[in-house]
């Protein structure tokens, strides 16, 4: 028996890091962000935020300010 994929979104990260912590932002998608204490928690984190972000449908979101990434890395997410 064939076990399905689930949908999977592929997201661009800006990742930073800060005071011993992660944290990252997604320019494609002004507002969107997480963080963590490590890398696995960090992709988690992402995960949780694109459910959330693509659960709220409202519109007139200010983009957040933009800040100079120390690396970015594509994140694969449950879409």
């Known amino acids: 028996m064939k076990r399905a994929m689930a949908k999977q979104v ?6 930073h890091r800060e005071g011993g912590m992660y944290w990252a932002e997604v320019p494609s998608h002004p507002g969107l962000f997480a963080s963590g204490e490590t890398m696995d928690e960090l992709i988690e984190a992402v995960g949780e935020a694109w459910a959330l972000y693509t659960s709220d449908e409202r519109t007139g979101r200010q983009p957040a300010s933009v800040h100079p990434a120390t690396q ?6 449950p879409a």
């Open 10 to 15: 592929e997201l661009v990260v800006n990742v």
């Open 72 to 77: 970015s890395l594509s994140v694969l997410v």
